[in-house]
């Protein structure tokens, strides 16, 4: 069986159309969604993993981009730069698996790296650009 972390995003072409159904009914796939933001009828970003027979998953996968959902695999590590790091909190709203999260009471910012999926969510809402991805080589 094969495995990949994946962030689908969806133009409001298709954010209404039942895709991740179809990846499943058609084309036999497992998924776990981590983070879902859908607008109907604008667009939408979600962040999963999915798993499947690998002819089933490049054949879901060819599906996805035939349809205009644009795949991005998660192919690095987040780190966080605790010099840069002011403790603001942003990060700790869009991670989906509960990395980041405020420690009690000291209300600081902790990050469990491996709990981190490294779906980069947490890069663009840090103000203090703290968040870091590291490629991995055999990234696409």
Excluded at 5 to 29: A, G, T, W
Excluded at 35 to 46: D, L, S, T
Excluded at 68 to 84: P, T, W
Excluded at 94 to 120: D, H, K, N, Q, W
């Amino acid at each position: 069986m094969h495995a990949e972390m994946l962030v689908l995003q969806f133009s409001r072409k298709v954010v209404d159309q039942p895709i991740i159904y179809r990846l499943v009914k058609d084309f036999n796939l497992e998924f776990n969604l981590l983070k879902a933001a859908i607008n109907p009828q604008q667009e939408g970003v979600i962040v999963m993993e999915l798993r499947g027979h690998p002819q089933d998953f490049r054949r879901g996968l060819k599906f996805l981009r035939d349809a205009g959902v644009q795949v991005k695999r998660v192919a690095g590590e987040v780190r966080r730069n605790d010099e840069l790091c002011y403790q603001c909190g942003a990060c700790t709203a869009v991670c989906p698996t509960g990395a980041l999260y405020i420690e009690r009471p000291a209300m600081s910012v902790a990050f469990a790296a491996e709990r981190c999926s490294a779906c980069e969510l947490c890069c663009p809402v840090c103000p203090a650009r703290a968040m870091e991805v590291k490629l991995n080589r055999n990234a696409i």
